[in-house]
């Protein structure tokens, strides 16, 4: 693994019929360290989705570069969306299956099932699953091509508050043992100090960085919520402009 880094220096939408241009994202650069644990946060429409596409080679219409290494070439992508984008006549095993290669090893499946604590359903079709669970299948189905850099876009929006928890507790367990840059995407500021080494704020369009702030918690008391929400509240204090970001 190595460092990725992500400069673009433009990205406009173009005019539409008496519409002015759209700027979504001007003079962004950012590095990504290796098994860095990043999360972006910024107000809604400022463009995370945007940039997170952007970087996944679906959407290459921007001024820019993205390096691995010093290199030019494309970063194989784990990307887990809002929506789990499970197949319903598949089951789960054969929708984790679909983004391996005919020589992959796929024992790989059975491990990160039985992390995520789903290997008792790999032959549930999707219909039987609650949301929760469907997340967490998008997780393992990401993670099992092992990619260079997971992209994750606020994948646990709308699960309730005890699910969000436990599927946020089982991904970082994941982490742990199988270590990727990640690259997360949240609202919730609570979430991204709990999971993140470094949080990226975003302004609004056109969207740029207003800061990067490391995450001093240690990750065996980052299940303290008291310590989690005292962080919070400093961040608040030392930077008050953050409340419009979220």
């Known amino acids: 693994m190595t460092d990725i880094l992500i400069d673009i220096k433009h990205k406009t939408y173009p005019a539409k019929g ?13 590095l990504l360290k290796s098994h860095e644990f990043v999360c ?3 107000p809604s429409g400022c463009g995370k989705t945007t940039l997170l596409n952007s970087i996944a080679a679906l959407d290459n219409d921007f001024d820019g570069e993205i390096l691995v290494g010093q290199q030019h070439v494309s970063p194989k992508i784990g990307y887990v969306f809002q ?16 983004v391996l290669n005919k020589n992959d090893d796929r ?7 039985e992390t ?17 669970m469907s997340r967490r299948i998008s997780i393992i189905r990401a993670f099992a091509i092992n990619p260079d850099v997971l992209l994750m876009d606020e994948p646990f929006v709308s699960l309730d508050a005890p699910s ?3 599927v946020r507790q089982l991904l970082l367990t994941l982490w742990q043992q199988r270590p990727h840059t990640i690259l997360f995407v949240t609202h919730d500021l609570r979430e991204a100090i709990t999971l993140a080494d470094k949080l990226v704020f975003l302004s609004s369009p056109p969207m740029k960085i207003v800061s990067e702030i490391n995450v001093p918690i240690a990750r065996d008391k980052r299940d303290d919520e008291s310590i989690i929400e005292a962080f919070r509240q400093q961040l608040i204090t030392d930077y008050p402009d953050i409340k419009t970001l979220l």
């Open 18 to 30: 008496s519409a002015q241009a759209h700027i979504a994202i001007k003079e962004l650069k950012l």
């Open 40 to 42: 972006l946060i910024g």
């Open 83 to 98: 929506n789990p984008r499970l197949l319903p006549w598949r089951t789960v095993r054969e929708n984790i299956e679909l």
């Open 107 to 113: 024992q790989i499946i059975e491990t990160l099932l």
């Open 116 to 132: 995520m604590q789903l290997k008792h359903l790999q032959q549930v079709y999707p219909e039987h699953l609650s949301l929760g």
């Open 164 to 166: 969000a928890r436990q």
